[in-house]
């Protein structure tokens, strides 16, 4: 190897691992924090059906790192194989708060079945006290992590209001081969047992 292409071999491995280090970086930023429907607001829309640009932004997130409450970190790509729900939340929002021991209930009733459920939140890091100690209040028993830019921006993209802000709560149903199959906006009447009938529908499917 000349000098010349050895100077462009270890250029262009410094470019790779500054890109791979902003990357991470951002994937471990924290998201702009989703506003809480509420009021008339808070029952509509009931169900969006994502497009297959949606489907594949989504999937390209499932190995960005979220980060947990404890300091370490999962990926959504670690759940494949169950089914799987991801819960948009925050403290602040009041349809969240209401809907997280229902949460906590079906992930009671379904997990030996093969149901997860993921909770990412919107607080931010500094409030983590706060959320630490809402687990406790609301009986979570299921993983809590913190929202990230990479991962609402894959998920929520398209629900923005006028602000640029996306609705929460939000709940994505995957199935147990990573494809979203449901996606839930909003607080509606009857929420909870449309998101039980699915999940039983994909726990009942055929692996």
């Given at each position: 190897?000349?000098?010349?292409?050895?100077?462009?071999?270890?250029?262009?491995?410094?470019?790779?691992?500054?890109?791979?280090?902003?990357?991470?970086s951002l994937a471990c930023s924290d998201a702009a924090a989703p506003q809480p429907v509420s009021g008339a607001a808070a029952t509509a829309p009931a169900v969006n059906k994502l497009s297959a640009a949606s489907q594949e932004?989504?999937?390209?997130?499932?190995?960005?790192?979220i980060a947990k409450l404890d300091g370490d970190s999962i990926k959504l790509v670690n759940y494949q194989g169950k089914v799987l729900v991801v819960d948009f939340w925050a403290t602040y929002c009041p349809p969240c708060v209401k809907q997280a021991p229902?949460?906590?209930?079906?992930?009671?009733k379904y997990r030996d079945r093969g149901l997860e459920v993921v909770g990412l939140t919107s607080d931010p890091k500094e409030d983590q006290q706060k959320v630490e100690e809402f687990i406790k209040k609301a009986g979570i028993n299921y993983t809590i992590a913190f929202d990230n830019s990479w991962i609402s921006g894959a998920f929520l993209k398209g629900t923005e209001d006028?602000?640029?802000?996306?609705?929460?709560?939000?709940?994505f149903v995957i199935a147990?081969?990573?494809?979203?199959?449901?996606?839930?906006i909003g607080e509606q009447p009857g929420r909870m047992q449309q998101l039980e009938k699915v999940v039983n529908e994909q726990l009942s499917a055929s692996r």
């Amino acid at each position: 190897m000349n000098k010349d292409n050895f100077a462009n071999s270890i250029a262009t491995s410094l470019a790779a691992l500054v890109l791979a280090a902003s990357v991470f970086s951002l994937a471990c930023s924290d998201a702009a924090a989703p506003q809480p429907v509420s009021g008339a607001a808070a029952t509509a829309p009931a169900v969006n059906k994502l497009s297959a640009a949606s489907q594949e932004a989504i999937k390209k997130v499932m190995d960005v790192p979220i980060a947990k409450l404890d300091g370490d970190s999962i990926k959504l790509v670690n759940y494949q194989g169950k089914v799987l729900v991801v819960d948009f939340w925050a403290t602040y929002c009041p349809p969240c708060v209401k809907q997280a021991p229902q949460l906590a209930a079906l992930n009671e009733k379904y997990r030996d079945r093969g149901l997860e459920v993921v909770g990412l939140t919107s607080d931010p890091k500094e409030d983590q006290q706060k959320v630490e100690e809402f687990i406790k209040k609301a009986g979570i028993n299921y993983t809590i992590a913190f929202d990230n830019s990479w991962i609402s921006g894959a998920f929520l993209k398209g629900t923005e209001d006028d602000t640029g802000a996306s609705p929460i709560p939000q709940l994505f149903v995957i199935a147990r081969d990573g494809r979203v199959v449901e996606h839930f906006i909003g607080e509606q009447p009857g929420r909870m047992q449309q998101l039980e009938k699915v999940v039983n529908e994909q726990l009942s499917a055929s692996r």
